[in-house]
């Protein structure tokens, strides 16, 4: 099981020509990490870019690329060059810090890796070399546990300039570090969680991971049921302290082959079906299954988490998402002041839009007075209504010259 030592960790992301993002950086980045601003700001694009690279290396470039309109509809309007994601990571606290990058252009017969990279430094001195270096399909890596300049640089043309070198030669023994990366990016999970996908009845069969829909929820119960009883505990005891009068939750497989979910309630003898449960109770239910999954994911993106869920619930959802990452790292977007205030200034991320229409983003930490108003007892959720941060505003003018006096007058 992951401890807080080894668990993998983003600490920095760079994206250019994605869609509104034309150029930002997250420096510092949390292992929770809470996106904020008002509807356009580009919180959803940036959470689609974790999205975007976790289907290029689960079902290959091509289709991530052509389900988001091509460069026609992904690059950033007048923007030239190529779609850029540069992302720094360790895989386990003493580890060094590697650098991936990758460029995506679109060729005459479709999206080509224009560029692509790792990169790291051996020791504590000297400048980051890199130990993959592809363009077009062609180029040269370094193999072995801890690659070094030393060692021999190996020519490995891919079969074609569509393919990604991490993806590709990290299915490959003597490429280690390559593929820790690539088992990392392809166990990402990020959720478009769905209220009624988890009321469905699939085919009875244990799953071990909740889709990014909800729809398999009664598959993952059925496998906590059968080879995780203690942490299908561990949930329902969450559950009972949430939602009131809650005894529960049984995956049960049915004679025609279906597997109903039912949930039951202490006042109650018999347990009711799930299409007939709350809203937030099921939602709830599927947020704890993914975080106190046995093996949770590497990374988890959770959008919009407040969508049926009680406001109440928000701050406790805050705190067990927390938790979770001790054992691996989460984004989170959000609208909900309720949630904010579980999260801490350098946590949060506020994104608004410059007067280009592009996407800035700044961190809740860097905003002049917040962090000596979180220190005397105010929560950031209530900062946020009062117009303490400024460009997250929905009303305001997005763009304006902000500054903390401004926003109190409301400028």
């Known amino acids: 099981m992951a401890t807080l030592?080894?668990?993998?960790?983003?600490?920095?992301?760079?994206v250019q020509n994605f869609r509104a993002l034309r150029n930002i950086e997250l420096k510092n980045i949390t292992?929770?990490?809470?996106?904020?601003?008002?509807?356009?700001?580009?919180?959803?694009?940036?959470?689609?870019?974790?999205?975007?690279?976790?289907?290029?290396?689960?079902?290959?470039?091509?289709?991530?690329?052509?389900?988001?309109?091509?460069?026609?509809?992904?690059?950033?309007?007048?923007?030239?060059?190529?779609?850029?994601?540069?992302?720094k990571y360790r895989e386990s606290k003493a580890t060094p810090l590697i650098t991936y990058h990758l460029s995506i252009d679109e060729g005459p017969k479709g999206p080509v890796v224009a560029?692509?990279?790792?990169?790291?430094?051996?020791?504590?001195?000297?400048?980051?070399?890199?130990?993959?270096?592809?363009?077009?399909g062609k180029g040269v890596v370094v193999g072995g546990e801890l690659p070094d300049e030393k060692?021999?640089?190996?020519?490995?043309?891919?079969?074609?300039?569509?393919?990604?070198?991490?993806?590709?030669?990290?299915?490959?023994?003597?490429?280690?570090?390559?593929?820790?990366?690539?088992?990392?990016?392809?166990?990402?999970y990020v959720s478009y969680l769905s209220v009624d996908n988890t009321r469905t009845q699939p085919e009875a069969g244990p799953m071990e991971q909740l889709s990014k829909t909800g729809d398999n929820l009664p598959n993952v119960i059925q496998y906590l049921q059968?080879?995780?009883?203690?942490q299908l505990q561990s949930i329902t005891e969450v559950l009972r302290r949430r939602i009131p009068r809650l005894e529960r939750i049984d995956a049960t497989p049915m004679p025609d082959g279906r597997l109903l979910l039912e949930v039951k309630d202490a006042?109650?003898?018999?347990?009711?079906?799930?299409?007939?449960?709350?809203?937030?109770?099921?939602?709830?239910?599927?947020?704890?299954?993914?975080?106190?999954?046995?093996?949770?994911?590497?990374?988890?993106?959770?959008?919009?988490?407040?969508?049926f869920l009680h406001p109440r619930l928000l701050p406790e959802l805050g705190e067990e998402c927390r938790h979770a990452s001790e054992r691996t790292q989460l984004l989170v977007t959000t609208h909900s002041p309720f949630f904010l205030n579980s999260c801490r200034p350098d946590e949060v991320r506020i994104l608004f839009r410059d007067e280009q229409g592009h996407t800035q983003v700044r961190t809740a930490a860097d905003i002049e007075g917040i962090p000596e108003f979180v220190a005397a007892g105010a929560s950031l959720g209530h900062l946020w209504i009062e117009g303490q941060f400024g460009m997250s505003d929905p009303l305001r003018n997005q763009g304006a010259p902000w500054t903390i006096e401004g926003a109190r007058r409301g400028h």
Not at 226 to 230: F, G, N, V, W
Not at 283 to 302: H, N, Q, W
């Open 31 to 87: 292992p929770l990490t809470v996106l904020l601003g008002p509807n356009g700001s580009g919180k959803t694009t940036l959470f689609d870019v974790f999205n975007f690279l976790s289907e290029c290396f689960q079902g290959g470039l091509r289709q991530a690329w052509d389900k988001r309109g091509r460069a026609k509809e992904l690059k950033t309007r007048g923007a030239d060059g190529p779609v850029v994601i540069e992302i």
């Open 151 to 188: 060692d021999e640089r190996l020519d490995v043309p891919l079969r074609s300039a569509e393919l990604l070198a991490v993806n590709t030669l990290g299915q490959i023994a003597q490429h280690p570090r390559v593929a820790a990366l690539r088992d990392f990016i392809t166990d990402w």
């Open 115 to 136: 560029e692509e990279w790792l990169a790291w430094t051996r020791g504590t001195q000297g400048r980051p070399w890199r130990f993959l270096d592809y363009r077009l």
């Open 267 to 307: 006042p109650f003898d018999k347990p009711v079906l799930s299409k007939f449960a709350s809203d937030g109770t099921l939602k709830m239910l599927a947020y704890l299954t993914v975080l106190y999954d046995p093996e949770p994911p590497r990374f988890i993106g959770i959008e919009e988490p407040e969508n």
């Open 226 to 230: 059968e080879t995780h009883p203690e």
């Open 5 to 14: 030592s080894t668990v993998p960790r983003i600490h920095y992301l760079r």
